[in-house]
């Protein structure tokens, strides 16, 4: 366990729906990132909050946005979703002095 | 713009010695980082260099040349459980200490 939840772990769903994938990060962490990953590809960086507040943002559509809770956790959510959105999300929490990203399990979308 | 590359797959036999390398261009360079991802598992951090030269754990080393903008993990004793995806990623004050990832290493280890 690596102390960063991500649920759910499966989801799968039609063309066009809303889904919302959740993250609480490791304990005392501030920085939550959110990851796309397809098939047999990279890491794409979605975007990042920090402490509440939007701190960076990647590739991330306009049909995605997230937010983090007064409590860190952090939900991201994909609407009018399409075949090319199935891969695996990833949520990752940092803190300063600790090097490096935590990361959830992931949750594995699955559009259909 | 930033970059980096890293070979798409590298194939190594159980109980040898693998190098993954590492190039990247990128301005405000920060620090190197290595990451392992089995299949359909997470990235789990293996190492950080900020500052050239090489830093070990256990079975990893990775290497760090700021001068060249190179980097290499090198694995020791390799076990098939070494089998995964290796990921470097470079963080700059340039992309706001964003990880830049590069594509990945396949490592495939054969008996």
């Known amino acids: 366990d690596s102390g960063v939840t991500q649920t759910p772990k499966h989801l799968i769903t039609a063309t066009g729906q809303r889904v919302t994938l959740r993250c609480s990060p490791r304990?005392?962490?501030?920085?939550v990132y959110w990851y796309q990953q397809s098939l047999d590809q990279g890491l794409q960086f979605l975007i990042q909050?920090?402490?509440?507040?939007?701190?960076a943002k990647g590739n991330i559509l306009e049909r995605f946005s997230a937010q983090q809770f007064p409590d860190l956790h952090s939900e991201l959510n994909l609407s009018s979703l399409e075949l090319g959105d199935s891969a695996l999300y990833f949520c990752?929490?940092?803190?300063?002095?600790?090097?490096?990203?935590?990361f959830g399990s992931g949750t594995r979308l699955t559009v259909v | 713009g930033q970059s980096l590359e890293q070979p798409s797959e590298v194939t190594a036999v159980e109980g040898a010695i693998v190098q993954i390398n590492c190039t990247y261009q990128?301005?405000?360079?920060?620090?190197l980082s290595w990451y392992q991802q089995h299949d359909g598992g997470a990235p789990t951090f293996l190492s950080y260099?900020?500052l050239d030269g090489l830093e070990e754990t256990g079975r990893f080393s990775s290497f760090l040349s700021r001068s060249d903008s190179y980097g290499y993990l090198l694995l020791q004793e390799l076990q098939m459980k070494d089998s995964a995806s290796y990921f470097c990623?470079?963080?700059?004050?340039?992309?706001?200490?964003?990880?830049?990832w590069g594509a990945g290493t396949k490592l495939i280890i054969k008996p």
């Open positions: 990752a929490s940092s803190a300063p002095g600790r090097s490096g990203y935590t």
């Open positions: 304990s005392g962490d501030l920085s």
């Open positions: 909050y920090y402490n509440g507040e939007e701190r």
């Open positions: 990128t301005s405000g360079f920060y620090g």
């Open positions: 260099n900020a």
């Open positions: 990623a470079v963080t700059s004050r340039d992309s706001n200490y964003q990880l830049i």
